[in-house]
T-cell receptor, first 119, second 110 residues
């Protein structure tokens, strides 16, 4: 089945530093990837849609200069949290869209998620 | 109005019980529908797609009601391992976006 790999799983960083999270589709090409954030006991919140070869589309209220997204290839998207602060501590999850194949419509598969703690 | 709405629960049921969740969506043009399961502090995992004709996978049955714009998930003979949050996901292919419900928490107790 489709697999999406996310790295790192856990990261602790100092306030003011930047952190990069990678999302890779391992056995399919993903022209579109999505980045989400989830605070404890809350739902997934879409941050941005990452399109290969073009600029990401950010959801309302998400600062594009703070959350830099790069989708340089059909299998890799990265999210960089710049100048991280404690309030950015959260669970960040990526997903990639697998087109057609066995499933009705398009199906999304999730990475394992990255726990970011900013101290 | 939210794109996708779910009852957050929690639904507390005994082992062996049958439990059903509903999820309503606001965009009548929505094309694809899914149920995902999310365990605590883990990523969501695809449970099943929801077909227009309804579909069944073991103890799980998913149905789509386009007229009333909702999807449902029925779990029969609940197991302790079914305890999780169940997320409803709706895709409007026209806009290539996936919308998530807030999730329904299920607790299956011995």
């Amino acid at each position: 089945g489709a697999v999406v790999s996310q790295h790192p799983s856990w990261v602790i960083c100092k306030s003011g530093t930047s952190v990069k999270i990678e999302c890779r589709s391992l056995d399919f090409q993903a022209t579109t990837m999505f980045w989400y954030r989830q605070f404890p006991k809350q739902s997934l919140m879409l941050m941005a849609t990452s399109n290969e070869g073009s600029k990401a589309t950010y959801e309302q209220g998400v600062e594009k200069d703070k959350f830099l997204i790069n989708h340089a290839s059909l299998t890799l998207s990265t999210l960089t949290v710049t100048s991280a602060h404690p309030e950015d501590s959260s669970f960040y999850i990526c997903s990639a869209e697998a087109l057609g194949r066995r499933y009705y419509g398009n199906t999304i598969y999730f990475g394992e998620g990255s726990w970011l703690t900013v101290v | 109005r939210k794109e996708v709405e779910q009852d957050p629960g929690p639904f507390n049921v005994p082992e062996g019980a049958t439990v059903a969740f509903n999820c309503t969506y606001s965009n009548s043009a929505s094309q694809s529908f899914f149920w995902y399961r999310q365990d605590c502090r883990k990523e969501p995992k695809l449970l099943m797609s929801v077909y227009s004709s309804g579909n069944e996978d073991g103890r799980f049955t998913a149905q789509l009601n386009r007229a009333s714009q909702y999807i449902s998930l029925l779990i029969r003979d609940s197991k302790l391992s079914d305890s999780a949050t169940y997320l409803c996901v709706v895709n409007s292919n026209n806009f290539n976006k996936f919308y998530f419900g807030s999730g329904t928490k299920l607790n299956v107790k011995p």
